[in-house]
């Protein structure tokens, strides 16, 4: 059994939530963890997809800037309209010849993705059942998260290049995360 604890950031459990108190055997931690390593690769997917609108928002405003377009609406709304095989498309014309790896590691993160949300639970309905089939899972996800966590930190360096040519530097990204951080937890 796992013991677990009865506090959150010392302070008590709220009493709807007790049940997640209770040990578990290592098949119900077996089954948590999948659907935790599931969850976090499906988040890093979507982070990525909107790391992607940044790049694509970044790029309007700086060619509205050049004086090639002019941004007539809201680039924001637009392309979170769009799905994520839109996206990568739009980047793989936005970026040419000079990030063709990160162009295919993005076709590569789409299929990941998309397998993930439209099929995964489908295909491993089976895998799920026993202890070992959880284990291979959890391998399974443990590598596409870190795929995708990987290839997050090249949609941010783009992101980062973009915006260091318009006038914002990492570090005061970086700060008004860290503001955006302290806002949060207050």
Known sequence: MLPMSDEVDGRPVPEQYEHLLEELNLDD?????????????????????????????????????????PI???????????????????FTKLSGDEERKLQEDLA????QRNFLIHGYWRERAETVMSQNG????????????QDIR??????????????????VSREAAEAEYQRMLGSVAE
């Open 29 to 69: 931690h077996l089954t948590r963890e999948v659907y935790a390593y599931f969850g976090l690769a499906a988040y890093l997917a979507s982070v990525i997809e909107h790391g992607l609108v940044n790049i694509i928002v970044l790029s309007r405003v700086a060619e509205a800037r050049a004086g090639k377009t």
């Open 72 to 90: 007539t609406s809201d680039p924001w709304e637009s392309s979170f309209k769009k799905t994520f095989g839109q996206l990568v498309h739009r």
């Open 108 to 111: 590569r993160c789409l299929t």
């Open 134 to 145: 959880k284990l291979m899972m959890l391998e399974e996800l443990s590598e596409m998260h």
């Open 150 to 167: 990987q290839l997050n930190e090249e949609v941010d360096r783009v992101t980062f290049d973009i915006g260091e040519s318009l006038g």
